[in-house]
């Protein structure tokens, strides 16, 4: 099985909101509705952002919100934050995303 | 609150084995699916392997099968991942992760630190 395809980088200035698509096939992202989303910042540990799609794990914050149309999933982040840099990554049916590089300007 | 700690990393031969640990502590982990994933050097996350919270099922990426075997000691709270014909592309840092879904749903929502693997002559 092939990995999910997310934009390698993006960026934004803090207070923009940016989008980062995750597109899969109807037999991964567009059969369920179990697309997780992790953060991972250098020489930590990957955060579960995201999952089931929308769902925010407890102290998250509502800054960060996800959604699915047909076989793309999508992260959004509003009002952009230094501290939001980093790797996302996508992910259903253990598969991965390659990953997108998040800047802030 | 939930930790997980890999060990058992290092530099390795290819050919050799090593055999990572992760221990958990904070939940009960006898209750909870646990994963391996890997990231190499440079490169993006990559699922490894995943066990049932009752160690009935294992599955793996093909490129790990017959290679590598999961498994778990409930009574000592620890996962492991024997890693036997190591190849040099197999160098990576290893996670650790719990899993809280059910019926497929498969995500993690805790991570360790990571291990790292070196495969190398």
């Known amino acids: 099985q092939s990995a999910l395809t997310q934009p390698a980088s993006v960026s934004g200035s803090p207070g923009q909101s940016i989008t980062i698509s995750c597109t899969g096939t109807s037999g991964d992202v567009g059969a369920y509705n179990y697309v997780s989303w992790y953060q991972h910042q250098p020489g930590k540990a990957p955060k579960l952002i995201i999952y089931d799609v929308s769902n925010r794990p407890s102290g998250v914050s509502n800054r960060f919100s996800g959604s699915k149309s047909g076989n793309t999933a999508s992260l959004t982040i509003s009002g952009l934050q230094a501290e939001d840099e980093a790797d996302y990554y996508c992910?259903?049916?253990?598969?991965f995303g390659g990953g997108t590089r998040l800047t802030v300007l | 609150q939930v930790q997980l700690v890999e060990s058992g990393g290092g530099v390795v031969q290819p050919g050799r084995s090593l055999r990572l640990s992760c221990a958990a502590s904070?939940?009960?982990?006898?209750?909870?699916?646990m994963h391996w994933v890997r990231q190499a050097p440079g490169k993006g996350l990559e699922w490894v392997a995943v066990?049932?919270?009752?160690?009935?099922?294992?599955y793996y990426t093909d490129s790990v099968k017959g290679r590598f075997t999961i498994s778990r000691d409930d009574s000592r709270n620890t996962l492991y991942l024997q890693m036997n014909s190591l190849r040099v592309e197999d160098t990576a840092v290893y996670y650790c992760?719990?899993?809280?879904?059910?019926?497929?749903?498969?995500?993690?929502?805790?991570w360790g630190q990571g291990t790292l693997v070196t495969v190398s002559s």
């Open positions: 992760a719990r899993d809280p879904g059910d019926n497929g749903d498969f995500y993690f929502d805790n």
């Open positions: 904070g939940y009960t982990f006898s209750a909870y699916g």
């Open positions: 992910s259903t049916t253990l598969l």
């Open positions: 066990i049932w919270y009752d160690g009935s099922k294992k």
